[in-house]
């Protein structure tokens, strides 16, 4: 244990460091899982190795280490790990550096070009695109009807090797034209690599990209080696960096799968949808990619205007009220409605009185909820009349003690709509919107007119 916390690296990024805790945790239990296989196989590690010390090993032996030796495993992605939409847009216009000649300052590498392009669009995994069988491209499962009315959607379903997961359906997951168009591309350049090199006519390739020596029927795969040393040429070659000026590997392909899982799941497709397309087994496996739902969430809280139960604007900086709630880190201020400014370690006792609370804030993404609140409380309103009047041979004051809440509820509802469609209204030269309960702009009471209704 001490040896192994005080050791430093002798190479790679953390030269000098000490040992990270994954690899202090990763080395600890591969001694373990060692002497469990040992224990397992005592016997015939006495007689192969003729050593009878083996033999004695006993349970306790498969346990070296205390838990808590043990350092907690870490696998929080980097915060580098999704490519911003910028970057994404200048890796790929200058990707054609890749299959340039040479002789015009490029790699010359028109399969690299490809797989990076069929990379950055599915969000595969790159050995899962660079051993695709020659014909990955499935037919769409739809009716013709349906594709004449999306003619920029999905044309077909292209499989991929699943090099990580076993199991379950055969991996495919719906594409567009321009994926199928590099597909075919790439499937032209395979016909004409293997016909160059003496294949017998009508021999098609087992694998879509081909590794270039000695493969002249195309039965091995274009090697993930190969491709990373392209892809770290054409990151000397363009120098993008990013918006804090961090320089871009574009070798790391990996960050092209959390990218995209990234915009899918921020531009709301489904968990178990998201799942499907990555082929992954379980939501956890899927959420590690939503990371970055934490600034999507921000951006969206700030992007409209807050109002008050009184249709004021509110007070609180929207960024310090995000802070404020704590809605990154939990989700028991958010209402049906809107949210609460209630200070987190406060405690609400009001129960549903939202509408008439100083701490109920709203905006307009709320609007539609808000809209059909108030229809369903005026609706309320109209039946407990009806049955009142029925009971008691005349309809509920405005001092009943129910009906006053109500009243209360819809008077808010009708000022939180007003200032969200920004209507004003002119008063002494001065545009303003319609404020609280007994201004003089407001629309006729909403008692009398409801108490008015027949009640039979």
Known sequence: MDSLNSHTVMSGPNKGGKLSKNSRR????TIEAFYRWMYDNRAEAVSVLGERRWGALGMHHSVLFRLEDKPRLTNQPPDDMALEDEVISRIAAGSGALAAAKSEGGLDDRQAFHALMLLIRTGRRMNEVLMMDFEPLLPLLTTSNEQDKEPDGFVARLAYQQTKITGGDPPTIPVDQEIADIVRRQQEWAREFITAHGAPPGTEPRYLFLQTKNNRLGKRPYASATFHSRLGELTKTLAITDSVGRPVKISKTHTFRHTRATDLINAGVPIHVVMRYLGHITPTMTLHYAKTLAVTAEREFLRYK???????????NPSDLYDLLHLDQRADRVLPNGWCMLPPRQVCSKGNACLTCDKFVTDASHRDELQHQLGQTEALIARRQAQFTARHG????????????RL???RAL???LVALD????????????????GAADRPESRSTVQQQEPTA
Do not use: C, F, H, Y
């Open 306 to 316: 807050k109002v008050t139960a009184d249709g004021r604007t509110a007070e609180v």
């Open 26 to 29: 990763s080395t600890l239990v």
């Open 414 to 416: 009708d000022k939180v």
């Open 394 to 405: 005349e309809p509920m004051g405005e001092d009943n003690i129910w009906l006053s809440g």
């Open 408 to 410: 209360a509820e819809t």
């Open 422 to 437: 920004q209507v004003s209204v002119r008063e002494d030269g001065q545009l303003r919107a319609v404020r609280g309960a």
